[in-house]
């Protein structure tokens, strides 16, 4: 029989994996001290080890199930994951701190990849699968694009609070 590609669990985490990772190498993109060559390596490496990291911890049927152990995180600790890519480009904590958002947190689950920068920022939606079967009809290049909320991270603008409100209830 022919073997399908990219049969099993595995292949549902492309798609999040993708939005994950394009996102952290846009942060590294905006400050410009990373070459494009750099990020190529980076985004490999990070889709390779995000792939390993939750190869027993990704459950369709149970999005949220495992979320905290997938969630990257940067809050005055660098996030293992990323410190070790980042070593495989030569770069340093130092510089990862730098180049990085002090508060981050990504969270990559089944049908959605969220972030939400600073403690009490809002939280955007990176990636959202439309329903568990159709993928979502972004585009892959769209990934990681600075989107609404992502001027906060120049200043521009305040988190819009609508989000929090609606939550909080």
Same mark, same amino acid.
Request: aromatic residues 8%; proline residues 7%; charged residues 20%.
């Given at each position: 029989?022919?073997?399908?590609? +990219? ?6 985490? *492309? @798609?999040?994996?993708? !939005?994950?990772?394009?996102?952290? &190498? ?14 190529? *390596? ?32 940067? %809050?005055?600790?660098? #996030? ?5 890519? !980042?070593?495989?480009? +030569?770069?340093?904590? @130092?510089?990862? =701190? ?10 990559? #689950?089944? =049908?959605? *990849? ?5 403690? #009490? ?7 959202? !699968? /439309?329903? $568990? ?5 972004? @585009?892959? $290049?769209? =990934?990681?694009?600075? /989107?609404?909320? %992502?001027?906060?991270?120049? +200043?521009? /603008?305040?988190?819009?609070? %609508? =989000?929090?409100?609606? *939550?909080? &209830?």
């Amino acid at each position: 029989h022919k073997h399908r590609r +990219g049969a099993g669990h595995r292949a549902d985490m *492309v @798609p999040e994996i993708a !939005a994950a990772v394009g996102f952290v &190498s846009s942060l590294l993109r905006t400050r410009g001290c990373v070459s494009e060559q750099q990020l190529r *390596v980076f985004s490999r490496a990070l889709r390779e080890a995000l792939a390993e990291h939750y190869k027993h911890h990704w459950f369709p049927e149970k999005p949220f199930k495992g979320s905290g152990y997938r969630c990257i995180r940067i %809050n005055h600790k660098m #996030d293992p994951i990323i410190c070790k890519v !980042a070593r495989q480009i +030569g770069l340093s904590l @130092p510089q990862l =701190y730098q180049l990085l958002p002090r508060e981050l947190t990504l969270w990559v #689950d089944p =049908y959605e *990849v969220s972030y939400r920068i600073g403690e #009490d920022g809002s939280i955007c939606v990176l990636y959202e !699968a /439309t329903s $568990s079967k159709a993928p979502s009809s972004k @585009p892959p $290049s769209s =990934y990681g694009i600075l /989107t609404c909320k %992502n001027q906060m991270l120049f +200043g521009c /603008t305040s988190p819009s609070k %609508n =989000y929090i409100m609606t *939550v909080s &209830s």
